[in-house]
T-cell receptor, first 109, second 117 residues
């Protein structure tokens, strides 16, 4: 079965603390994974994708096929990082995405 | 804002009524998707169009749901005989197929929030 699991509904940290948002997936083929972010009152937008291997806004994510994970990390959280974060798995040749339930990141001053 | 636009942003309807939502994708995007998001969940895929052809429909899309993209540009999603369980955020997204196996990211609209009372 194709599935994305984000075990934490809420992650609450203080500014400057490290952040790790967990994502595990189940997929029989070669996975393509994404992190989407939704800031308050804004639309869902792509944060990063694993094939790009890039750092966006200080966030990185590494695909671990052995552990079937794609955790999102940032060494020093900022208040403006507070948002809803969704991990997504591409399940077709086009953008058919399977999303996790999301994790709300709250960064406190 | 030149992104994906959806109309209306909010819709309240009585159970049993029909509703129709509209999505205008980014102008050069040939792929269009509909998703549904309920409270506390991530978006769930409903259907996908490439140009005017509807190429995939999720099992979530019951017979009461129909989507069209008649000229390969805007799309409509109609729900007939609405039920309270249809209350959700309906999201539209679009992307551009660059070539064989290559696709831009999906850009999402702000969604239409449906409340069935």
């Amino acid at each position: 079965a194709q599935r994305v699991t984000q075990p934490e509904k809420l992650l609450s940290v203080f500014k400057g603390a490290p952040v790790e948002l967990k994502c595990n997936y189940s997929y029989s083929g070669s996975p393509e994974l994404f992190w989407y972010v939704q800031y308050s009152r804004q639309r869902l937008q792509l944060l990063l994708r694993h094939i790009s291997r890039e750092s966006i806004k200080g966030f990185t994510a590494d695909l671990n096929k052995g552990e079937t994970s794609f955790h999102l990390k940032k060494p020093f959280a900022q208040e403006e990082d507070s948002a809803m974060y969704y991990c997504a798995l591409k399940a077709g040749g086009y953008n058919k995405l399977i999303f996790g339930a999301g994790t709300r990141l709250a960064v406190h001053p | 804002d030149t992104g994906v636009s959806q109309d209306p942003r909010h819709k309240i309807t009585k159970r049993g009524q029909n509703v129709t939502f509209r999505c205008d994708p980014i102008s050069e995007h040939n792929r269009l998707y509909w998703y549904r998001q309920t409270l506390g969940q991530g978006p769930e895929f409903l259907t996908y169009f490439q140009n005017e052809a509807q190429l995939e429909k999720s099992r979530l899309l019951s017979d009461r749901f129909s989507a069209e993209r008649p000229k390969g540009s805007f799309s409509t999603l109609e729900i007939q005989r609405t039920e309270q369980g249809d209350s959700a955020m309906y999201l539209c997204a679009s992307s551009f197929r660059v070539g064989q196996g290559t696709n831009t990211e999906a850009f999402f609209g702000q969604g239409t929030r449906l409340t069935v009372v």
